[in-house]
Nanobody
Framework: QVVLIESGGGLVQAGGSLRLSCAAS????????MGWFRQAPGKEREFVAA????????YYADAVKDRFTISIDNAKNGVYLEMNSLKPEDTAVYYC?????????????????WGQGTQVTVSS
């Protein structure tokens, strides 16, 4: 059973930073591609970033490239999303997810397991 538990969301002013955490088992982080998606009110869920040990790759959406960093902490079995230079348009519920490797990384249908989500609100 794959369980993903997010934390770290909150309210921040534009230009600020937040760090999201996703707790998962070592097996999950090793076997799956780990990703972050977000969903704003009235919008579809969109890809943010992904990382895969087995594929040895990281991916970022153009909207967050150079501002967000996804990483894995091997000692803590955690997946992190460091978010800097936050903008009001980054406001959304952020979801940690685990999906199949060697698939199209932006497609949420290729991710099989989802956390409960954590709210990020960026004020202007």
């Amino acid at each position: 059973q794959v369980v993903l538990i997010e934390s770290g969301g909150g309210l921040v002013q534009a230009g600020g930073s937040l760090r999201l955490s996703c707790a998962a088992s070592e097996r999950t982080i090793t076997m799956y591609r780990m990703g972050w998606f977000r969903q704003a009110p009235g919008k579809e869920r969109e890809f943010v970033a992904a990382i895969s040990r087995r594929e040895d790759v990281t991916y970022y959406a153009d909207a967050v490239k150079d501002r967000f960093t996804i990483s894995i902490d091997n000692a803590k079995n955690g997946v992190y999303l460091e978010m800097n230079s936050l903008k009001p348009e980054d406001t959304a519920v952020y979801y940690c997810t685990a999906g199949r490797i060697y698939t199209i990384y932006v497609n949420p249908g290729n991710y099989d397991y989802w956390g409960q989500g954590t709210q990020v609100t960026v004020s202007s």
